[in-house]
Nanobody, 121 residues
Framework: QVQLVESGGGLVQAGGSLRLSCAAS????????MGWFRQAPGKERGLVAS????????YYADSVKGRFTISTVNAKNTVYLEMNSLKPEDTDVYYC??????????????WGQGTQVTVSS
């Protein structure tokens, strides 16, 4: 059974930092790319950052460039999202996702359960 399990969300003041973790299990993910999405109530889920397990290809949404860093620890099958200089508008539920390399993020194959990030002003 494939599982993506997120952790690390919470409440932080504006300007603070959080690190989200996503532990992947249940299959070999070497041919997958991993992504972090976020979603506010009533809004569409949007891609924040993505990475291949080789680490050679990363993507960041314009809104988080220079503040967020996505990384992997292959030996742990874990993907991280380091979030710095957090703003109240970063408040969302953050989801980990996996989809095959070479496909788009329009319909990820696997999703985590989500973790709440709340940034207070």
């Amino acid at each position: 059974q494939v599982q993506l399990v997120e952790s690390g969300g919470g409440l932080v003041q504006a300007g603070g930092s959080l690190r989200l973790s996503c532990a992947a299990s249940g299959r070999t993910f070497s041919r997958y790319k991993m992504g972090w999405f976020r979603q506010a109530p009533g809004k569409e889920r949007g891609l924040v950052a993505s990475i291949t397990w080789s680490g050679g290809s990363t993507y960041y949404a314009d809104s988080v460039k220079g503040r967020f860093t996505i990384s992997t620890v292959n030996a742990k099958n874990t993907v991280y999202l380091e979030m710095n200089s957090l703003k109240p508008e970063d408040t969302d539920v953050y989801y980990c996702a996996a989809t095959r390399v070479g496909t788009t993020w329009s319909a990820p194959e696997y999703w985590g359960q989500g973790t709440q990030v709340t940034v207070s002003s």
